[in-house]
């Protein structure tokens, strides 16, 4: 129960009072994680940023920068964000309040398995800017991949997302969420990202999310990709189905968890006509 509702006057002074406080605070902007019922926080103290964050979505020196306050529905709105970023994002969050609510740093920040935001963002190779302090209480931003935060949970739990950073928007990028229906928890999402050129792939990006997986990368089917040892879809299908360990819950089976995913990224090798037997 939040007992404790702090406005900063700057982000430096919101970093401050998250990293100084002793008992569980979360950042607050739009709310939507928070006054959950059955949310993954309940914190006591609770620093208000709404103010504070950015709400622009521009194109800056080669890069579309999108500021952490930007609602989804923002972000939906915007034709110059990747339409493979937005078509995930109305198929994921179906209702047009939670979109008007919910702001893009506070879905990454809470680091949820079936997030709005955080697989697409993954699949574009995107980077964030952190605001912290360091342990010679030093005000500092930082600029890390998207990677790099979700992995390294610890390491950025007084961090408060700023902007986020995605270079190259013409990457190719598939996201599906399954699930038994729009307003129904995911069973599991996936997504695929890449350059492609010449008829290959460059940089390829592959995550699984779900229950009992969490945030996965699938890096050695992505080596084995590229290395040439994944050639026909049958090989596919072998690789995915060694990596990935997803559990029975009640959104579905292990195995049927198992049979979605791997068949939903078939069907983007097919689309992209890469593997043998591909059609």
């Known amino acids: 129960m939040i007992e404790n509702f702090f406005s900063p006057g700057s982000i430096e002074e919101a970093v401050r009072m998250k990293s100084e406080s002793k008992e569980n605070c979360c950042y607050i902007s739009g709310g939507t994680e928070i006054n959950r019922l ?24 080669g890069k579309l920068i999108l500021g952490a306050g930007v609602s989804l529905q923002q972000i939906l709105d915007c034709e110059i964000v990747p339409k493979a970023f937005r078509e995930f994002l109305h198929s994921a969050a179906v209702s047009r309040t939670l979109r008007n609510m919910a702001s893009l740093g506070g879905n990454i920040g809470a680091k949820l398995e079936d997030s ?23 005000f500092i931003e930082e600029k890390v991949p998207l990677r790099e935060y979700i992995e390294n949970n610890e390491s950025y739990q007084d961090s408060l997302i700023l902007e986020v950073h995605i270079t190259d928007t013409d990457r190719f990028v598939q996201c599906k969420r399954i699930a038994r229906s ?8 996936i997504a695929f ?49 060694y990596e990935m360990t997803p559990v029975s819950d009640f959104t579905g089976s292990a195995e049927y968890k198992k049979y979605i995913i791997i068949q939903s990224f078939l069907d983007i090798f097919d689309r992209i006509k890469i593997l043998k037997g591909s059609h």
């Open 38 to 61: 059955n949310g993954s926080c309940d914190p006591i103290n609770v620093v208000n940023v709404h103010s504070l964050l950015s709400k622009e979505i521009v194109r800056k020196e």
């Open 182 to 189: 729009s307003q129904s928890k995911p069973a599991c999402t």
């Open 193 to 241: 990202g890449t350059e492609l050129s010449d008829s290959s792939m460059h940089d390829m990006r592959m995550y699984v999310a779900g229950a009992g997986i969490g945030i996965q990368r699938l890096e050695e089917v992505e080596k084995s990709i590229r290395d040439g040892r994944i050639a026909v879809k049958e090989q596919l299908k072998n690789s995915l189905n």
């Open 116 to 138: 709005y935001v955080i697989l697409p963002l993954l699949a574009y190779c995107a980077h964030i800017i952190t605001a912290d302090i360091t342990e010679e209480d030093s």
